[in-house]
């Protein structure tokens, strides 16, 4: 068996395919330093892990018993970061699994990533709960995975999560890769805030895709939170009002009633300056 310090220096002269070569008896080792302090290090045995158990069922089934049971959260991250490099349908239902129970948040999104890689759509419903996570840094990997895997049935998850501050970018980055008409229409006007499509589709449709964000949002986040969204929206529906009036003068604002926030007099008055 090949020890850890041979292992160190092949990585360090870039030798992984050496490594690949080695098969079985460098993996004790590698799985070893998939904790180890240097990014280069960490990478090149994960590089060769992957390499060696796409055709070493003994490796994949280490590395998996690892995921589950390694005290090291590094190294744990690092198993399923092999797992995704595998691109293996059958590391899914690990991958899973780990993602619906680990403890750690970090164990977690490396999963979601992972599943991003292999497209399971098994992993769909997983990454959709994976949405609903009071951490932000696994929501984001989920949004991601969801937008890569492109199943529809993520859009109106995806939809939700357009206004949280912490992660709307991936959310949208996710409705744009699947393309879904819906989905893209939400993220224009909610997301974008873009007037031009706000124009070219017209004001009514712009305020009843802001009216439907907001029913839809409505037990998603807190009554604060709702209120601040509910000041921007209106606020950008206001600004797409006035721009097309400079087009046709004859256009009225049609109300919409919403319930101010208490946030005081400032927020007060941003909102009845878009007609509450």
Not at 56 to 68: A, G, S, V
Not at 148 to 161: E, N, P, Q, S
């Amino acid at each position: 068996m090949i020890t850890k310090k041979e292992v160190l220096e092949l990585i360090q002269q870039g030798k992984t395919n050496e490594l690949v070569k080695l098969g079985s008896r460098a993996v004790k080792p590698m799985i070893s330093l998939l904790s180890h302090s240097s990014i280069k290090v960490r990478n090149g045995c994960i590089e060769a892990l992957a390499e060696i158990a796409k055709t070493d069922e003994n490796t994949l089934q280490r590395l998996i018993q690892e995921l589950k049971t390694n005290k090291k959260c590094k190294t744990r991250i690092g198993c399923a970061d092999v797992l995704g490099f595998i691109r293996d349908s059958r590391v899914a239902e690990p991958l899973i699994k780990e993602l619906k129970t680990s403890r750690d948040w970090l164990v977690g999104r490396s999963c979601a990533i992972s599943l991003s890689r292999i497209i399971d759509p098994k992993a769909v419903k997983v990454l959709i709960e994976g949405l609903k996570d009071e951490d932000s840094d696994v929501r984001k990997p989920c949004a991601a995975a969801l937008g890569i895997i492109g199943d529809i049935t993520a859009v109106d998850f995806l939809i939700l999560g357009l206004t949280d501050n912490n992660v709307n970018h991936p959310f949208a980055h996710a409705l744009e890769n699947i393309n879904d008409p819906r989905g893209l229409a939400f993220k224009k006007v909610i997301y974008d805030k873009d007037k031009d499509y706000a124009l070219k589709i017209g004001i009514e449709k712009t305020r009843a895709t802001i009216k439907e964000y907001l029913e839809l949002i409505k037990n998603h986040y807190s009554k604060e939170r709702i209120g601040e969204i509910k000041v921007e929206l209106y606020i950008f529906y206001r600004k797409v009002f006035e721009k097309a009036t400079d087009l046709k003068p004859c256009m009225k604002l049609p109300e919409l009633k919403i319930k101010p926030p208490k946030r005081g007099p400032e927020i007060c008055a941003r909102l009845m300056t878009v007609r509450v």
